[in-house]
C-alpha cells in the first residue's frame, strides 16, 4: 500500500499550454512545502481551510511564476488530507518548473490515480465512487456522464449496502440462532429466507441486465453499416462523421476494408464502422473485404443495413438479409431523392425491422435515424435519478458471484439442507458485494484499479 505519511505531487491539468495549470499537494507536509516557495503577504500555514490566496511561487532567489494558492485542510479535501493546489499560468514549461520546485521541498512525485486512491483508503469515498471518478473523466457523451455522475453521488454504494445489511442480518440471525436455540427459534424461518432470498436476486439481476446497455452508454454503440456495393453506405458514413471520411464513387467495390469512426447522434455515442458490399465476387482484394465486413456484422451491436431503393433487391441484398435477421437492424432506403424501385413493404417481407427512407445525398431522414437509434437501446431516454446502470466490467462479475452464491441459498433451503450451510453461501454473496464498494477487496486489486487512472487524479 502507500505511504500515507508522504506528502504527494502531481500536475493536475493537460500538458499543453492553456489559460491555467495546477500543482496539486497532498500529505501531512503540504502546508509547510508551500510556505518553502511561496512568497506571499501571509504564511499559508497559519492561514484557514478552503481560502485562495494571491502571490508568487519562488526557487530560491527565482519568481518563477505568479499563482492563486487553494488550502485545504483535511479531512474536508478530496483525499482527506492537507491539501494545496497551486493555480499558475498554464504553459507547459511553468508547469513543469513549479512541479519541480515542489518536489525539490520534500514532495513525492504521486503515482497515477493516487489522489483518489487516498480518498478511498482515508474513507472518503467507496471504491464504486472512486470508479466513477474515472468514468467521469472519459466519458464520452450526455448519457455516459449523467451515469458517471449518478454512480460518483452513490447511487450505486447505495443499493449495494443495502443488500449487504439484508445479507448479514440474516446471517446474524441464523448465527444467533445455532449458538442459542433455547431462546432464538428457526422454526418457519426457511420459508421466509427463501422470500427474502428471491426479493435479493431479483434486484441483483435487474443490476446484472443493466450491464449491456451500461457498456453501451460508456463506450459507445458498435454499429456496422452493411450493404451491396454502391448502395450508399460510405456517403452514409461521411453525412454521419460530418465530413468526408470515406472514399464516395459510382465504381462498385471502392470501398474494400473497414473504415471506423466514433460519432454521436443526439447525444448517443456510435462506435461506426464502414465496410465492404457485400456481394460475390472473384476479386481477391475484395473478396478479404467482404469476409472481413461479414465478421464485423456478427460482432455488431446495432446493424444499419443501407437499401439502395433506386435499383431492384437482388441476391446481395437477400443474402444480407438472410446474415442479419437474427441481430438488431435499422433498414434505410438510401436515394430516396431518386426514382425508387424498393418499397417498405417489399423488404418487410424479408426483413421485419425498423425502416427509414432517407437520402444521404440531400442528408434527408437522419434525424429520424437518431431518434430510431436511441428507441431501440434505451427505450426513448435514460433518468438517472433511481436508475443505476452498471459500465464497470469488474462490478459486473462481483454481482454475478453473489448471484450464484444466493442461488446457492435457495437450493439449500429448497433441498432441506442444514442451516448452517445457508450461511457459507450467504457470507460468499457478502463478501463478493464487498468487492464492488472495496471494503472486502484485496490489496493488489486496489493497486491494479487505480493504476489506470490518469496521472494527477
Known amino acids: 500500500m502507500i505511504k500515507l505519511t508522504e506528502t504527494i505531487t502531481a500536475i493536475s491539468t493537460a500538458m499543453s499550454d492553456s489559460g491555467i495549470g495546477i500543482v496539486r499537494m497532498s500529505g501531512p507536509e503540504a502546508f509547510e512545502i508551500a510556505d518553502r516557495i511561496y512568497k506571499g503577504k501571509k504564511q499559508l500555514s497559519s492561514q484557514e481551510s478552503h481560502t485562495v490566496h494571491y502571490g508568487w511561487i519562488k526557487d530560491g532567489e527565482d519568481t518563477i511564476d505568479e499563482v492563486l494558492v487553494i488550502l485545504m485542510r483535511g479531512p474536508h479535501s478530496y483525499t482527506g488530507e492537507d491539501t494545496v493546489e497551486i493555480n499558475c499560468h498554464g504553459g507547459v514549461f511553468v508547469v513543469r518548473k513549479i512541479l519541480e520546485t515542489v518536489l525539490k521541498n520534500g514532495a513525492r512525485a504521486a503515482e497515477p490515480g493516487e489522489f483518489t486512491k487516498r480518498a478511498f483508503l482515508n474513507g472518503r469515498m467507496d471504491l464504486s465512487r472512486a470508479e466513477a471518478v474515472i468514468d467521469v473523466i472519459h466519458s464520452k457523451n450526455e448519457f455516459a456522464l449523467k ?10 454504494q447505495r443499493k449495494i449496502q443495502a443488500m449487504r445489511d439484508e445479507i448479514l442480518y440474516h446471517t446474524a440471525y441464523i448465527e444467533s440462532a445455532l449458538d442459542d436455540p433455547e431462546h432464538i427459534s428457526l422454526d418457519g424461518y426457511a420459508e421466509s429466507l427463501v422470500e427474502k432470498t428471491e426479493k435479493l436476486l431479483k434486484e441483483l439481476k435487474k443490476l446484472i441486465n443493466t450491464a449491456d446497455n451500461g457498456r453501451k452508454i460508456q463506450e459507445g454503440i458498435r454499429t456496422v453499416i452493411v450493404g451491396k456495393p454502391n448502395a450508399g453506405k460510405s456517403s452514409l458514413l461521411n453525412v454521419l462523421v460530418g465530413e468526408d471520411r470515406a472514399i464516395v464513387t459510382d465504381i462498385e467495390g471502392t470501398t474494400r476494408d473497414i473504415l471506423e469512426e466514433h460519432i454521436q447522434l443526439n447525444g ?28 464485423q456484422a456478427e460482432e455488431a451491436d446495432l446493424i444499419i443495413f443501407v437499401v439502395d431503393a433506386s435499383r431492384n433487391l437482388d441476391e446481395n441484398d437477400f443474402e444480407i438479409m438472410r446474415m442479419i435477421e437474427d441481430k438488431n437492424v435499422i433498414v434505410l432506403l438510401n436515394k430516396s431523392d431518386l426514382k425508387t424501385m424498393v418499397t417498405p413493404k417489399m423488404v418487410k417481407e424479408h426483413l421485419d425491422k425498423p425502416m427509414i427512407e432517407i437520402s444521404a445525398k440531400e442528408e434527408e431522414g437522419i434525424y429520424e435515424l437518431e431518434q430510431t437509434v436511441k428507441e ?4 426513448g431516454g435514460l433518468t438517472f435519478n433511481d436508475e443505476v446502470y452498471i459500465t464497470n466490467v469488474r462490478q459486473k462479475e462481483a454481482l454475478l458471484q453473489a448471484f450464484t452464491s444466493l442461488s446457492q441459498v ?23 458485494l464487498g468487492n464492488i464498494t472495496g471494503e472486502t477487496i484485496g490489496e493488489d486489486l486496489v493497486n491494479e484499479i487505480f493504476s489506470k487512472f490518469c496521472m494527477g487524479k
Not at 147 to 156: C, E, T
Not at 376 to 379: A, E, G, K, L, S
Not at 410 to 416: D, F, N
Open 147 to 156: 451515469n458517471s455522475v449518478s454512480q460518483l453521488r452513490g447511487s450505486i
Open 268 to 295: 448517443v455515442s456510435l462506435n461506426i464502422v464502414d465496410t465492404a458490399g457485400i456481394r460475390q465476387t472473384e476479386d481477391v482484394v475484395e473478396k478479404i473485404g467482404v469476409d472481413r465486413a461479414r465478421n
Open 376 to 379: 431501440m437501446f434505451f427505450q
Open 410 to 432: 435457495k437450493e439449500s433451503i429448497e433441498s432441506g439442507m442444514p442451516e448452517d450451510f445457508y450461511t457459507i453461501d450467504l457470507m460468499d454473496a457478502y463478501e463478493a
